[in-house]
């Protein structure tokens, strides 16, 4: 099986939400309140682990971004689930490529709105995710099933 037969063989069912986490990282020190943060900006690093759950008849792949400074910390995290015909074994090099180009994009927009909210909640200004262009996340190991997945360097 190659990468276009799986996808002549699935239907996106669902990307569902399984986690939201909004925490501005307030100093310990006593009578010290909101007011230690003075000028927060929504700068900050971002990373997305991805966990693959199932590949059978139904496939389903969990993402999820963290994005985090010394001033706070969201985290979202989706669910796509997608359903196929028959439950035949599918090569690792075509679950890596199903992973990479397709599942992922699936579910970057709701990261992406997710992320935007979590941001307001915490008033942090405007945060939007960049544009995630086909191929710039990499599955690093497929045995590893909560893979972190960077930005490539080239």
Known sequence: MDIQELLQSVTLRDVRTIQTE??????????????????????????????????????????????????????AAVA????????????DDVRIEFTEKVSIMAAYPYLRVLIQGLAADLRLGTMTLDVLRQGQFKVDAPSNPATPIEPSTD
């Open 22 to 75: 909004a925490t501005l990282k307030l100093p310990s020190t006593p009578d010290t309140g909101l007011s230690a943060f003075g000028d927060v900006t929504s700068a900050g690093e971002i990373a997305i682990n991805l966990n693959p759950i199932s590949w059978g008849s139904a496939l389903e792949t969990w993402f999820r971004a963290v994005v985090e400074s010394e001033q706070f910390k969201l985290v």
């Open 80 to 91: 796509v689930l997608y359903d196929r015909a028959d439950d035949s074994q599918i090569p």
